[in-house]
């Protein structure tokens, strides 16, 4: 099966700009997650959605981050504006519905913002 | 926040060697995930231990889990160059999975 894509592979923007970022999870993978890895840091959750549903953005800086998953495939993620530490790699993951499955990742998005 | 914390942070063995990393969290869990970072690429899936068991192999990896400690080790044997990267624990609890910070394994050959 195809993997996970993510693109844009790498982006470098100036603070305050906005930057979009797009998944497109495994096939019949109801749950999609976004996590930013900051360097030397594991990946921390930002958002998990289950089809196009919402399950848990607890950990995401709403005033400024947005994900959507509009027909419950593909996803976006919006950061306006951005800051200096959103510098980081951002991680697409999916898996099957359910608890106990394996997460596959994406490549990530690694952001920088100068 | 992270759940699990894995140690050591580094290890750098020769190749052949076994490597283990061990891998402490805090809250209850329905399971434990090891997966594999290579730089600049995304992680990988390696093993998924259920908090019902003990131990796990998976070819030349074997997982360990103690619910009353808290703990789990992940044992690479017989080390390969290809073994470098950095090695992560994720613990799963009611579907929401936090990861630990890592431990960077480098083989030398």
């Known amino acids: 099966e195809a993997g996970v894509a993510q693109s844009p592979r790498y982006k470098i923007i100036e603070k305050r700009q906005s930057v979009a970022f797009w998944c497109n999870p495994i096939?019949?993978?109801?749950?999609l997650y976004w996590y930013q890895q900051i360097l030397g840091q594991g990946p921390k959750l930002l958002i998990q959605?289950?089809?196009?549903?919402?399950?848990?953005d607890s950990q995401l800086p709403k005033d400024r981050f947005s994900a959507e998953r509009l027909k419950g495939v593909d996803s976006t993620l919006k950061i306006q504006p951005a800051k200096l530490e959103d510098s980081a790699v951002y991680l697409c993951?999916?898996?099957?519905?359910?608890?106990?499955?394996?997460?596959?990742f994406g490549s990530g998005t690694r952001l920088t913002v100068v | 926040s992270q759940q699990g914390e894995e140690d050591p942070q580094a290890l750098s063995i020769q190749e052949g060697e076994n490597a283990t990393m061990n891998c402490s969290y805090k809250?209850?869990?329905?399971?434990l995930q090891w997966y594999r970072q290579n730089s600049g690429r995304g992680l990988v899936h390696l093993i998924l231990?259920?908090?019902?068991?003990r131990e796990k192999h998976s070819g030349r990896l074997r997982v360990t889990l103690d619910t009353s400690k808290k703990s789990s080790s992940l044992l690479i044997t017989a080390s390969r160059a290809a073994d470098t990267a950095s090695y992560f624990c994720?613990?799963?609890?009611?579907?929401?999975?936090?990861f630990g910070a890592g431990t960077r394994l480098t083989v030398k050959p």
């Open positions: 994720a613990t799963d609890a009611n579907n929401d999975m936090r």
């Open positions: 959605f289950q089809n196009n549903g919402v399950v848990d």
């Open positions: 993951a999916s898996s099957r519905l359910g608890r106990g499955q394996g997460y596959t």
């Open positions: 096939s019949g993978h109801a749950t």
């Open positions: 231990i259920r908090s019902n068991e």
């Open positions: 809250t209850s869990i329905n399971n």
